[in-house]
């Protein structure tokens, strides 16, 4: 009888260990692929894919991040007019959606002689990239240990989109003089939120030789590290009045104008910072940012 007691014991421990539980800093899940038109073009090797929860620090503050990544081959080259990532949502056994996660990125080319579908991925393997951090007042303002709890206890598939339901793919054939790398270019895709209007004067009127010697480098990378928090903050408050205006707040729309407007100037902000620093780090934060926005703007619309 000891020896049944002891069984039931571990496997009592196990089963709490696969479930995960409240303070659970990792979840294993299914990948269930929806890929539509993008999976004529590239498959996700990973048939299951592991989230981890970890605490750690950014710019001196603690912060909570949600980090992960799958293995993506591209089997044929592709262009899109949007930029390439993975919207992801996590559900139970039933299928019943239980909450969403960050986005995964995927490192893309440029090709401007492309025309609009300008971003490009070439065949090959690659890992796709998940990484967002929380500072603990705002994990706590979004119930995010709530919702990850849930994931935890409940949570049995990933299915995984791409990130926009209006983008679109096709066969990429160009490759010519003008095909540059992600991390060699500045680029502000703020203008495919409809609600967003960004002038090129905006930008290509800037004058950054004029600019470039006013502070240190690491003064510079310090001020960009806050433009991007406030960037984060206001597409939070943007969203929050997006959200008003879809549930009829008609007060909410000049708001809503006035806070996207906000928006664009900060990511401007960020462009010259980031231009005259010369970190493509701060693009792919940026971006980051940005994908998260216009997947979450997608629910208003």
């Not at 928006?263 to 792919?284: W, Y």
Request: include cysteine.
């Amino acid at each position: 009888m000891k020896k049944i007691k002891t069984f039931l014991s571990i496997s009592i421990l196990v089963t709490l260990a696969s479930c995960g539980g409240s303070d659970s800093n990792s979840v294993t899940l299914t990948v269930d692929p929806q890929l539509g038109q993008l999976g004529n073009f590239i498959s996700i090797s990973d048939n299951e894919a592991t989230i981890k929860l970890i605490d750690e620090k950014e710019d001196g503050e603690n912060v909570k991040s949600l980090v992960s990544s799958l293995s993506i081959k591209v089997n044929k080259s592709v262009a899109s007019d949007y930029s390439f990532g993975l919207s992801v949502t996590v559900e139970d056994e039933d299928h019943i959606e239980i909450s969403d996660l960050p986005s995964y990125h995927i490192d893309y080319d440029y090709d401007w002689d492309n025309g609009e579908f300008h971003y490009v991925i070439q065949p090959g393997s690659t890992r796709a990239r998940m990484q967002e951090s929380q500072t603990l007042q705002e994990w706590k303002e979004d119930d995010s240990q709530e919702h990850w709890n849930q994931i935890c206890k409940r949570g049995k598939y990933l299915v995984v989109k791409p990130n926009s339901r209006s983008a679109k793919f096709i066969a990429y054939k160009g490759g010519g003089s003008s095909t540059v790398l992600q991390e060699n270019i500045m680029e502000i895709p703020i203008e495919e939120i409809e609600t967003v209007s960004v002038e090129t004067e905006e930008i290509t009127g800037y004058d950054f030789e004029e600019n470039s010697s006013a502070g240190t480098t690491e003064d510079i990378k310090e001020e960009c590290e806050k433009a991007l928090q406030q960037y984060k903050t206001l597409t939070k408050e943007a969203l929050a009045l997006a959200k008003k205006v879809k549930e009829g707040d008609t007060d909410a729309n000049l708001e809503l104008i006035q806070k996207t407007s906000e928006c664009t100037a900060q990511a401007t902000k960020i462009m010259e910072l980031a231009n005259k620093c010369d970190d493509p780090s701060i693009i792919v934060k940026y971006q980051k940012i940005n994908a998260d926005y216009l997947k979450d703007l997608q629910k208003f619309k």
